[in-house]
C-alpha cells in the first residue's frame, strides 16, 4: 500500500517542470548546492546566538548591524582572505583533498532529503541505506586531514574521531534499522508517509534516544566532541588547516548537523508530515522547523554538557547504546510479527 | 550516565534521586538563561557599571605626599619616578630652621604599571587612590607617563567607597578622637585629620563616631518570612537567604534599640 503512494507523490517537482536529463540534473544540483550552503549558515548563526545567550552574553552584535545576522558572511569573507598555509612536512595532496572529502558526503546526504511530497532531488528507494553510508564517509576526510599533517595533535584527533565513528555508527544504524522494519521500508519518503497516522518517535522513544546520541557522536560534536578537544589536542584533526580548507571542515560539521536533523525528522518527527490538525501549513515548513528544533537541541546540549572522557564515551557506547538498540530491534520485531 | 554503582550524592548530601535527573537539571539551567537579559554591556555605545574599587588609574592627591619614597622602593616594575628637593624654614616663632622636601615630579609610566595595587597600600598619608576611569590610552607610548598634574587630575574622578554591607564589622580606625588630649598640639593628629578632609575616598568612614550596633541574634520570624516570600517571587536562593538575613538583621536591630 505504501508502495502504491510512494510510485504517486514520489517524483521530484524538478522532474515535473522540466524534462531534458542534463537540464533536470543541473537544476537539482544548483538547488542541493544553494540549500547545502545556506542552510548551515542559519544553524551557525543560531549556534553563535543562542550559545551566547545560555551563557548570559549577546554573540554577535555587529556585522550586518542587525544583531550581527552577517556575522558568518563576514567569517566567511575572512576565511577567503587568509593565507593557505600546508605544513612542509605535509602529505601535500591528500592535506589539500582532506576537506573536500570531509564534506562532499554531506552535500550529497541534502540530494535524498525530501521537504514535501514532491519537494526533493532523488527519490531513492534505498534511502536511508544511502544515507548511512554516504555519512560515515566524511570519517575519512578527517584521517585523511590527520594524517597527512604531519602532526601528533591531528594525529591522535583523527584517531579519535576514527574510533568514536566504529562505536557510534553502530547503534545508528541499528536504531534507524527499528525504524525501517516499523515502515517497511528504506526510502525517506516512504518513511515519511507511513508516519502519517502516528509520528514513530512515540512507539520508537528509546530508538530516537539513541539515534541523537549517536548523531552527536557521529558529528562529534560536544559532550562527544573528543576527537577536537580543544582544550588538550588543539582542535584534533584541524589543527594545521587555515584559511578556505579550515572552512569548508566548519561547513561539513555545520551541514552534518542540519542533514542528520533533516535525518531524524524524517526517522522519527514524520518528515514534512504536519500535525494533525494543523495541515495548510506547508511541508517544506513543517520539515524546516523540525530540523530548525533539533539543531537547537544539538546546540544546547552544547552549552549545557561537559565533554565526556574518551573511556567513558566508548564504554557509554558498547555496554549502553548498542545493548539497548539491540532490544529495541527485538521489540520493534516482535511487535512487528505479533500486531 | 557512566557512573554505574558508585552512591553519587548531590552537595546537601542527598541521594540523586532518578538517574538523569542531572541532565535534565543541567538542561534547564542553560533554558533558563537563555530566557534571561544577558549582562552584556556594550562598551563603547554604553558605559561599563564599574565598582568604586576598581583598579583603573591610579590618582594623585599632591597635597597629600610627604615625599618618602616607599611606593616607588615598593613598585614592582619600578614605574614611579619621584624628584624631590628639601627646603628649610626658619618657624616665625623662632627656634632651628626646620627642613621640608618639596615634590618636584611625581610620574608614574603606565606603559610599566601592572596595576597591582601595591603603591596605594604602602602610602602612608592616603596620597595614593584608585580611580575606575580607565579610557587613557595612546598612539604614542610616551604619553603613557602621566606627570603630577594629569595624576592629580585624576584624584576628581575618584569614586567614594561603597557603604559596608549591613550587618559588616565597623572598620577599625585608629580612633584619635578616643584620645582626651589637646589635637592641635602634637603633630602626628594633625596629619591623621587632615587625611579626611583631603581623602573624599574616606567619607563614610571619617565618621568614627558612629556607634557600633549592639549585637544581636537574627530575628528568625522574619528571616523565614522573607525567605519564603523572596522564594516565591522566582528569586534565586543565594540571592533570597541574603535578603532575607539583611531584613532579620535590619528587624532584630530595630527590636533591640527599641526595647
Known amino acids: 500500500m505504501i508502495g502504491a503512494v510512494v510510485a504517486k507523490a514520489g517524483v521530484s517537482f524538478v522532474n515535473d517542470l522540466f524534462n531534458g536529463f542534463w537540464a533536470v540534473l543541473l537544476i537539482k544540483a544548483g538547488l542541493v548546492l544553494i540549500v547545502f550552503l545556506s542552510a548551515p549558515m542559519v544553524v551557525g548563526y543560531m549556534e553563535h546566538k543562542v550559545l551566547a545567550h545560555m551563557q548570559s552574553r549577546l554573540g554577535p552584535m555587529y556585522a550586518g548591524r542587525f544583531h550581527g545576522w552577517a556575522q558568518l558572511i563576514a567569517d566567511g569573507v575572512k576565511f577567503v582572505q587568509k593565507e593557505d598555509v600546508i605544513p612542509s612536512a605535509a602529505d601535500r595532496w591528500v592535506f589539500a583533498l582532506a576537506p573536500a572529502v570531509a564534506m562532499i558526503p554531506y552535500i550529497l546526504l541534502f540530494a535524498v532529503i525530501p521537504f514535501g511530497d514532491n519537494l526533493f532531488a532523488e527519490n531513492l528507494d534505498v534511502g536511508i541505506f544511502y544515507v548511512l553510508a554516504a555519512s560515515s564517509i566524511s570519517v575519512i576526510g578527517v584521517l585523511m586531514a590527520g594524517w597527512a599533517s604531519a602532526n601528533k595533535f591531528s594525529l591522535i584527533g583523527a584517531l579519535r574521531a576514527a574510533a568514536q565513528l566504529i562505536a557510534y555508527e553502530l547503534p545508528l544504524i541499528l536504531a534507524a534499522a527499528a525504524v525501517v522494519m516499523q515502515a517497511g521500508t528504506l526510502s525517506l519518503i516512504g518513511i515519511a508517509q507511513a508516519q502519517h497516522h502516528m509520528w514513530y518517535v512515540f512507539p520508537q522513544i528509546v530508538g530516537f534516544g539513541i539515534f541523537m546520541v549517536s548523531s552527536l557522536a557521529e558529528l562529534t560534536r560536544p559532550p562527544f566532541d573528543m576527537p577536537i578537544a580543544d582544550s588538550e589536542i588543539i582542535f584534533g584533526a584541524y589543527t594545521e588547516y587555515t584559511g578556505l580548507r579550515f572552512a569548508f571542515f566548519l561547513l561539513a560539521e555545520y551541514g552534518g548537523i542540519v542533514a542528520l536533523s533533516a535525518i531524524a525528522s524524517v526517522l522519527f518527527l514524520g518528515g514534512y508530515q504536519p500535525i494533525p490538525g494543523l495541515s495548510f501549513i506547508p511541508g517544506f515548513i513543517w520539515m524546516s522547523g523540525k530540523i530548525g528544533a533539533l539543531s537547537f537541541f544539538i546546540i544546547w546540549l552544547r552549552a549545557t554538557y561537559p565533554r565526556l572522557r574518551e573511556d567513558q564515551l566508548q564504554r557509554f557506547s558498547w555496554t549502553v547504546l548498542i545493548p539497548l538498540a539491540l532490544v529495541d530491534i527485538m521489540l520493534t520485531a516482535y511487535f512487528k510479527v505479533a500486531f | ?259
Open chain 2, 1 to 259: 550516565m557512566a557512573a554505574g554503582t558508585r552512591d553519587v550524592r548531590t552537595q546537601d548530601g542527598q541521594p540523586n534521586g532518578p538517574p538523569g535527573l542531572g541532565l535534565i537539571k543541567g538542561l534547564l539551567v542553560t533554558l533558563k538563561h537563555l530566557m534571561r537579559r544577558s549582562v552584556t554591556q556594550q562598551y563603547p555605545e554604553e558605559q561599563p557599571d564599574l565598582p568604586p574599587r576598581t583598579r583603573g588609574v591610579i590618582a594623585l592627591k599632591e597635597a597629600n605626599c610627604t615625599v618618602c619614597y616607599k611606593c616607588s622602593r615598593e613598585c614592582p616594575d619600578w614605574c614611579i619616578y619621584i624628584d624631590a628637593h628639601k627646603e628649610t624654614h626658619e618657624p616665625a616663632s623662632g627656634g632651628r630652621a626646620r627642613s621640608v622636601k618639596v615634590l618636584d615630579r611625581f610620574a608614574i609610566d603606565y606603559a610599566l604599571c601592572m596595576y597591582c595595587g601595591i603603591c596605594v597600600e604602602v602610602c602612608p598619608f592616603d596620597a595614593l587612590f584608585w580611580s575606575p576611569e580607565f579610557e587613557y590610552s595612546e598612539y604614542d607610548i610616551l604619553k603613557l607617563t602621566h606627570e603630577k598634574e594629569k595624576l592629580e587630575e585624576w584624584t576628581y574622578k575618584v569614586l567614594p567607597p561603597p557603604p559596608l554591607e549591613v550587618g559588616a564589622e565597623p572598620p577599625e580606625e585608629p580612633a584619635p578622637v578616643a584620645v582626651p588630649t589637646a589635637p592641635a598640639a602634637s603633630p602626628a593628629p594633625v596629619a591623621t585629620a587632615a587625611a579626611p578632609e583631603a581623602a573624599p575616598a574616606e567619607a563614610p568612614a571619617a565618621t568614627p563616631a558612629r556607634e557600633r550596633p549592639p549585637e544581636v541574634e537574627l530575628d528568625q520570624e522574619t528571616h523565614d518570612r522573607v525567605l519564603a516570600e523572596e522564594l516565591a517571587k522566582g528569586t534565586d536562593r543565594r540571592v533570597a537567604e541574603g535578603k532575607a538575613r539583611r531584613a532579620a538583621m535590619i528587624e532584630a536591630r530595630k527590636k533591640a534599640g527599641g526595647g
